[in-house]
């Protein structure tokens, strides 16, 4: 009999040992009787700043004993449903635009069935990539198809790697597992909040595109998909910006959130999409050691606690002030994918041992904030904070920044002394305020204010705002339907974060595996 034991609260430095006996005495069953012990969930405690990590333990028993559905519940086994291949058949190789989580895991599921599917994508391999991007950082020369957005691995290569997710789907622990098959620490299997840093993120991009090549499939870099030929409301083919056609009867469009000429090429051709929800705001940085303290007490610090991290929100009617894609012992960093536009995300490596640590502060945006009801409205008001940041900076790809304190009262920061911006290439004092709209900074300052009252210190301590913020999800949605197809175009599938079904490098993963498994049950090669 397989169970799971939940809710077992121990201290930190417990040895593994004494997890074991606690669950087996939780389960009322002697040692003699378990065949195999693992730890299946771990989870950090630190209400009260009483720091205890709290596990959930498999046990495989020799024996039957009795569950309680609640801290003490069987483990069913379920076997995983083999997609049959459908009876349509692909005249053409299946097309994936896009290697990030969405189109890398798209990609590989095709290719484990054969499908040798060929993936475009438009930025460098992910070396090439890394050398692209601390150029940038470090001499400010741009690259607009290889970037902190655009590359191999997509948006998140460049990231905390935090590989957390709202969503509840069986195909999460199915990715957990395939990124430690493709060289993630086993860690990740059990983490509450697992995180992979962007150091071993790489790599696994790069196993992971091995194997689609292994399978059969075929990768190319610097191929950006500049327009489609649609006859007869189907896909027939695509065309790259170097001139090259190709044709296709599936084009999985797994682009990111800020593909915008080819949402602007999409559009054109009538690819039925609207306009979505998203938010904006500015990284906030403070020392890592004051959030330890501040979250740990007297354990910050502790080895086996790590850098610490919070969440934080505050809602007032429609209207939400939060905090997102938080970075522990990370750095805030030039995610721009536009010439002459400067915006803000966080990165960290696996060690999360930078000085600093970095969180976006977030408002909610609507199409009320819009300019129109246009589909692409949206990326028209990313843009246009983005630009006037840019200036704002100094047109040299300096951000914007400000002491939170002097935020708060309005007035420009002079010089930054108790806490180092870790933003390069650098920032430029200036008031916020200024940038964005009354709304935006209104509702900013006044969550900014309920989270000084839930962690001491938070606005004061020389913590610093850093901005914009923007690319925090899609700004648009290409329509599809039930089969997954776009509600427009026949043999176009929209996957992914940037299609506005996913946020986040799980959950887009997750719908990549869907779109194919989608493929290939209406398909076969
Ligand atoms: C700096 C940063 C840090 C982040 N940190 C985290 C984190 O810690 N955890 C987390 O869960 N999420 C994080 N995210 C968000 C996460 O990266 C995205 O949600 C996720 O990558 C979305 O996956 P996707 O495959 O849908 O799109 P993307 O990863 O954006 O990939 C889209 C790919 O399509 C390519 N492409 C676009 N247009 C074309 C074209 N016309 N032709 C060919 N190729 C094209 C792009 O170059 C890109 O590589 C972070 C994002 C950034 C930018």
Known sequence: MNIRVHNIK?????????????????????????????????????????????????LELAKKVKTNGKNIIELIKEDEKEVVCGSKKLLHRPIVVGSGPCGLFC?????????????????????????????????????????????????????????????????????????????????????????????????????????????????????????IVIKDEKIRSVKLSSGEEIPCDVLVLALGHS????????????????????????????KQQFINEAMYGDFAGHKLLGAADYQLSYRNGDDACYSFCMCPGGVVVAAASEENTVVTNGMSYFARDKENSNAAICV???????????PLSGVKYQQELEKKAFNFGGNNYNAPAQLVSDFLNGKCSNKFTSLNPSYAPDVTPIDLNNLFSERVGKILSDGLRQFERKINGFTKNGAILTGPET???????????????????????????????????????????RVAEKVISIYCV
């Open 364 to 374: 909610n945006v609507t199409i009320k904030d819009f300019e129109s009801e246009h």
């Open 471 to 513: 690319r925090t999800s899609a700004p648009v949605r290409i329509l599809r339907n039930d089969e997954l197809e776009s509600c427009s175009t026949k043999g176009i599938y929209p996957a992914g974060e940037g299609a506005g079904y996913a946020g986040g490098i799980m959950s887009a993963a997750v719908d990549g595996i």
């Open 259 to 286: 593909a915008r000429d080819t949402y602007e090429m999409l559009f054109n051709k009538g690819i039925l999409m609207q306009a979505k929800a998203f938010s904006v705001g500015a990284r906030v940085e403070h």
């Open 10 to 58: 121990l201290p930190i430095d417990a040895e593994i040992n004494e997890i074991k006996s606690v669950a087996l005495k939780e389960a009322g069953v002697k040692e003699k009787d378990c065949n195999a012990f693992k730890i299946a969930k771990q989870s950090v405690d630190a209400r009260k700043k009483q720091v205890s990590f709290v596990y959930s333990v498999d």
């Open 107 to 227: 990609a590989l599921t095709l290719a484990r069935k054969g499908y040798m599917p060929l993936l475009l994508e438009r930025g460098a391999d992910v070396d090439t990539r890394t050398k692209a991007v601390q150029n940038f950082w470090q001499s400010r020369n741009f690259s607009p198809d290889t970037n902190v957005q655009f590359g191999e691995g997509g948006a998140g290569t460049f990231s905390d790697g935090k590989l957390t997710t709202r969503i509840s789907d069986p195909k999460i622990m199915k990715i957990l597992g395939e990124f430690v098959k493709f060289g993630a620490p086993e860690e990740i299997l059990y983490k509450a909040k697992p995180h992979i840093g962007t150091d071993i993120l790489k790599n696994v991009v790069k196993a992971i595109r091995n194997e689609i090549i292994k399978l059969g499939g075929e990768v190319r870099f610097n191929s950006k998909v500049s327009d």
